[in-house]
């Protein structure tokens, strides 16, 4: 029982310690002013701030988490689909779109086969319509966080 504890003492003295050490310096610089109190607020402002406008931070969070993951879905999606418009380009030009070497390290990562391109575009569509869902959940719910201008 002892010897967990003490391995959990162990493992976390310094964090804490350099996290007490910049807490004592942001406040001994805000205390003496040493920085304009608009650059470095007093750590009791910030936590003051922080109660009154609980309900504005929260929702200006929501707003960049949303952000945030829409951003990373439409990207993984536009990053996984580029190397696979090697098909329909080469069914329309009878080239390759893509380098040589690019076109068969991609081939080699994912098995390529000319007969899958049905369910690659199903999976695309499928990709995209969970896209236009997030963004008009997103559209919906932001209405109420974010104000209109006018």
């Given at each position: 029982m002892r010897a967990p504890l003490l391995r959990a003492v162990e493992s976390t003295w310094r964090?804490?310690?350099l996290l007490?050490?910049?807490f004592g310096v942001w406040w001994?610089?805000?205390d003496r002013e040493l920085v304009?109190?608009?650059l470095v607020p007093r750590p009791s402002q910030v936590l003051g701030v922080l109660t009154d406008q609980w309900s504005y931070l929260m929702r200006q969070t929501w707003v960049t988490f949303y952000e945030t993951v829409l951003g990373f879905v439409l990207a993984a999606a536009l990053g996984a689909a580029t190397p696979d418009l090697d098909k329909?380009?080469?069914e329309?030009?009878?080239r390759l779109l893509w380098p040589r070497p690019v076109d068969q390290f991609h081939r080699t990562i994912q098995h390529e086969a000319q007969r899958r391109m049905r369910q690659e575009?199903?999976?695309l569509a499928a990709a995209a319509l969970i896209a236009a869902a997030l963004v008009r959940i997103g559209r919906r719910s932001l209405r109420d966080v974010?104000?209109?201008r006018r």
């Open positions: 964090p804490a310690l007490a050490a910049v001994l610089v805000a304009a109190s608009y329909p380009f080469a329309i030009t009878g575009l199903a999976t974010v104000p209109r």
